[in-house]
């Protein structure tokens, strides 16, 4: 799939105009990822916006696990993992705001992502505040749809957790 097509498919993008849409793509940079590469990691700095446009990612965390008694280390969990099929956008935070990315991202396959800089994105949207609204409106669907999911997670977790301490 090429970059301009992997965009207008997403669930951010597709409601834009042919020509806010160029508009968008003027600002999008090709990025390639060998098979075992880190797109980003769990932790660092975050200032990009990413669209799948080839091949497969997994989206890991870091958690502390016990293994014995007095023994806990950390390791990486897949939580899930993502085909170009799938439309997936990641980084979606460093848009609105500076922080830390909240999980790794790591090429399964060779990948062919569309990457949006939050300074390139900032004056797009300064300059054109219709696309600003436009895409704001939808990144912030994406962000309610995405901590409806994580507080039904939570709730799952507690329960399992309150469940196995009354064992």
């Known amino acids: 799939m090429e970059i301009a097509e992997a965009v207008r498919n997403t669930s951010i993008f597709g409601s834009l105009e042919a020509a806010e849409l160029d508009d968008v793509l003027k600002i999008i940079r090709e990025r390639r990822f060998l098979e075992g590469d880190v797109i980003m990691r769990e932790g660092d700095d ?3 916006l990413y669209i799948l446009a080839e091949g497969e990612v997994g989206v890991s965390k870091s958690l502390t696990m016990k293994f014995a008694d007095d023994d806990y280390r950390e390791t990486e969990k897949v939580l899930t993992r993502f085909r170009d099929a799938d439309r997936v956008i990641f980084g979606e935070m460093a848009l609105i705001g500076r922080d830390n990315r909240s999980a790794t991202v790591m ?26 609204v436009k ?27 309150s469940i196995a301490l009354s064992k």
């Open 46 to 48: 975050g200032d990009s």
């Open 107 to 132: 090429a399964k396959t060779d990948c062919t992502l569309a990457e949006i800089r939050r300074e390139e994105f900032m004056a797009l949207i300064e300059g054109r505040p219709q696309i600003g």
């Open 135 to 161: 895409i704001l409106m939808k990144v912030a669907e994406l962000l309610v749809v995405r901590l409806r999911q994580a507080s039904r997670d939570v709730i799952r977790l507690t329960t399992a957790l």
